[in-house]
């Protein structure tokens, strides 16, 4: 009994210094930059300058046919699947665009990268791509994403954007920050373009 006690805390102890190590880990990665530039109750409006991302263009329509079919590819090309098998830094967060016609799926490059020095994918299906800058609603929300979470908190933004008389375009998109080992601090956000000029 006393011994089964002993393991038990050990574990514990491991367990927990572990995900002190991710969530730490996880906070010093390169993240995309943005600037905010109103901040709501339920929300927030971003401005995100232009960015080179790694994208994968998928027919999958749903968050985890999307998240196993993308990840992998596109950790591939980063951990050296490339014609000069370079690695290449993870950043966050992770961007997935899931709707019924093409979804896709991309890594944010780390900025001392840009479309002309980046090396070139082994895997045809990964594209380097220039995503133009945008303003963005974005909403927050933590633990495990799912599909129920990802249609909910789209209807709650798209909802708190129609009250304050805010146009947006485009579809809703999930980002994602976290590793799936990491188990506490989890930040998911659910963004969308919005029409900002003149605002």
Same mark, same amino acid.
Do not use: C
């Given at each position: 009994m006393?011994t089964? *006690?002993? $393991?038990? &805390?050990i574990? #514990?102890v491991? @367990?927990?210094?572990f995900q002190?190590?991710?969530? /730490?880990?996880?906070?010093?990665s390169?993240? %995309?930059p =943005?600037?905010?530039v109103?901040?709501?109750k339920?929300?927030e409006?971003?401005?995100y300058?232009?960015a080179?991302?790694a /994208?994968?263009?998928?027919?999958a329509?749903?968050? +985890?046919e999307l998240?196993?079919?993308? @990840?992998?590819?596109l950790?591939g090309?980063?951990f050296g699947?490339?014609?000069t098998?370079e690695k290449?830094? /993870?950043?966050t967060?992770v961007?997935?665009d899931i709707n !019924?016609t093409s979804?896709?799926?991309? #890594?944010?490059m780390?900025? !001392? =990268?840009?479309?002309?020095n980046?090396?070139?994918?082994?895997?045809s299906?990964?594209?380097?791509?220039?995503? %133009? %800058?945008?303003?963005v609603? &974005?909403?927050?929300f933590?633990?495990?994403?799912s599909?129920?979470? $990802? +249609?909910n908190?789209s209807?709650?933004l798209?909802?708190? *954007? +129609?009250e304050?008389?805010?146009?947006y =375009?485009?579809?809703?998109r999930f *980002?994602g920050?976290n590793?799936?080992f %990491?188990f506490?601090?989890r930040?998911?956000?659910? $963004?969308?373009? &919005?029409?900002?000029?003149? +605002?």
């Amino acid at each position: 009994m006393k011994t089964a *006690l002993i $393991i038990t &805390v050990i574990l #514990f102890v491991v @367990f927990t210094l572990f995900q002190a190590y991710t969530v /730490m880990a996880s906070n010093k990665s390169e993240s %995309q930059p =943005y600037t905010v530039v109103r901040t709501e109750k339920d929300f927030e409006i971003r401005f995100y300058p232009a960015a080179t991302m790694a /994208m994968i263009t998928s027919s999958a329509k749903s968050y +985890k046919e999307l998240g196993n079919s993308g @990840f992998k590819k596109l950790a591939g090309y980063i951990f050296g699947g490339n014609k000069t098998k370079e690695k290449i830094a /993870m950043t966050t967060p992770v961007h997935m665009d899931i709707n !019924q016609t093409s979804s896709t799926m991309s #890594f944010v490059m780390p900025r !001392q =990268y840009s479309k002309d020095n980046l090396p070139i994918p082994n895997d045809s299906n990964v594209a380097i791509k220039i995503i %133009q %800058q945008e303003y963005v609603a &974005v909403i927050k929300f933590a633990g495990y994403a799912s599909e129920n979470d $990802i +249609k909910n908190y789209s209807k709650k933004l798209e909802n708190a *954007l +129609k009250e304050a008389s805010i146009s947006y =375009y485009g579809h809703f998109r999930f *980002l994602g920050y976290n590793p799936p080992f %990491q188990f506490i601090g989890r930040r998911n956000e659910i $963004i969308i373009s &919005v029409d900002w000029s003149g +605002k």
